[in-house]
């Protein structure tokens, strides 16, 4: 059964940090390119970060350039999202996905609420 399953989301001031995890199972984990998207209130889903299956690119949205950080640790199935300098306009639950590009098979967690708000 396949699974990604986030955490890490809460409340958090601006200019504060948070790290996101997505524990993934039941798929070979190494074998995906793995990225965050977010979602806000009448907001249309935006891919936030993108990395490689074998962690050799990553690419991010031009609205956290500078500010998050994916990374990923194959031994352990796990993709992290770093976020710091957030900024209210961050607020938003925070989904990770895995895609195969050979198979087109893609898979989503349910997602972790992010609230930066003073």
């Known amino acids: 059964q396949v699974q990604l399953v986030e955490s890490g989301g809460g409340l958090v001031q601006p200019g504060g940090s948070l790290r996101l995890s997505c524990a993934a199972s039941?798929?070979?984990?190494?074998?995906?390119?793995m990225s965050w998207y977010r979602q806000a209130p009448g907001k249309e889903r935006e891919r936030v970060a993108r990395m490689q299956s074998d962690g050799g690119s990553t690419n991010y949205a031009d609205s956290v350039k500078g500010r998050f950080t994916i990374s990923r640790d194959n031994a352990k199935n796990t993709v992290y999202l770093q976020m710091n300098s957030l900024k209210p306009e961050d607020t938003a639950v925070y989904h990770c996905?895995?895609?195969?590009?050979?198979?087109?098979?893609?898979?989503w967690g349910q997602g972790t609420q992010v609230t930066v708000s003073s």
């Open positions: 039941g798929f070979t984990f190494s074998s995906y390119a």
């Open positions: 996905n895995a895609h195969n590009y050979y198979n087109n098979y893609s898979y």
